[in-house]
């Protein structure tokens, strides 16, 4: 299904996975990975062999609040309920949701597959727990702040993720967690795990960069080496990945309807 093909330009290396699928074909491979119970069992509790989990409370995540607890009901009336759609269509967040979650699949598929999904904070208290960014992945050798779009342009998406990488937020943030002693690591389970200074000092640094976008010829990938954390506290490698579909409003929809079917078929209603 996926090929692999290596390409450099500048100092940048590409390993190009390209895949031998319509559209259509492709929007039913990525509703499928996403909403298999493996795959939210990694996302959400870092662990891809948890049990500890509620596999129903994972699938509604996906579907709008005015679908929730009435799952069979929106799909025995899906023609009517489905335009609630057009509206999330203006719902940036819920996008990004999605993006969110089919990049920390793809880190851990391709980068290390002992990453933790959840937010970084410093200091003892677990109060300080923005990263700037979407996505913070953990493991014992590896750290990835991620940025993920869901954008029509694929050159817009890539100029606001160079943008992000550069901000001088994230760079407050790599300073701030530099400077401390006490670096935790809190799941989406509650659960939290310490790193210490010279350990963390000592993780390979990845920024990631995710774009779902519309379907275009040609992707020019030069002005990634615009990103620059003007900062020496560390080294640091660029992941990025990007992904062409026919409508993110198609997309959605069809992850909307696998998910409540799969509700459905799970609690037996």
């Given amino acids: 299904m996926l090929y692999l093909e290596e390409k450099y330009r500048g100092r940048n290396k590409f390993n190009i996975y390209n895949y031998k699928l319509t559209l259509s074909q492709l929007n039913e491979y990525i509703v499928n990975s996403i909403l298999n119970d493996r795959t939210l069992r990694y996302i959400f509790t870092g662990n891809i062999e948890s049990k500890e989990y509620n596999y129903l409370e994972m699938l509604r995540k996906f579907i709008p609040e005015e679908y929730l607890y009435r799952e069979k009901q929106v799909l025995n009336n899906w023609d ?131 774009i779902l976008h519309n379907t ?26 990007h992904l062409p579909i026919y409508s993110k409003t198609e997309l959605i929809e069809l992850t909307i309807k696998k998910a409540l079917e799969l509700i459905v078929n799970e609690s037996k209603i």
């Avoid at 992707?219 to 560390?234: A, G």
């Fill in 80 to 210: 009517e309920e489905k335009n609630i759609i057009k509206i999330l269509s203006k719902n940036v967040g819920f996008y990004s949701f999605l993006a969110e979650a089919l990049m920390s699949y793809l880190n851990y598929l391709y980068l290390d597959n002992e990453l933790i999904t959840g937010v970084l904070s410093v200091k003892n208290t677990l109060t300080d727990q923005r990263t700037g960014v979407d996505v913070c992945m953990i493991s014992d050798k590896t750290l990835i702040l991620g940025e993920a779009k869901f954008y029509k342009s694929f050159q817009s998406g890539k100029k606001q993720i160079i943008k992000d990488f550069s901000s001088k937020s994230l760079i407050s943030k790599l300073k701030n967690f530099y400077r401390n002693y006490n670096f935790h690591i809190k799941k989406i389970d509650g659960i939290t795990k310490n790193y210490t200074y010279d350990k963390f000092l000592n993780l390979n640094f990845i920024l990631s960069g995710f």
């Fill in 216 to 241: 275009q010829s040609k992707y020019k990938y030069n002005d990634i080496d615009n990103i620059s954390i003007k900062s020496s506290i560390c080294n640091y490698d660029v992941i990025f990945y």
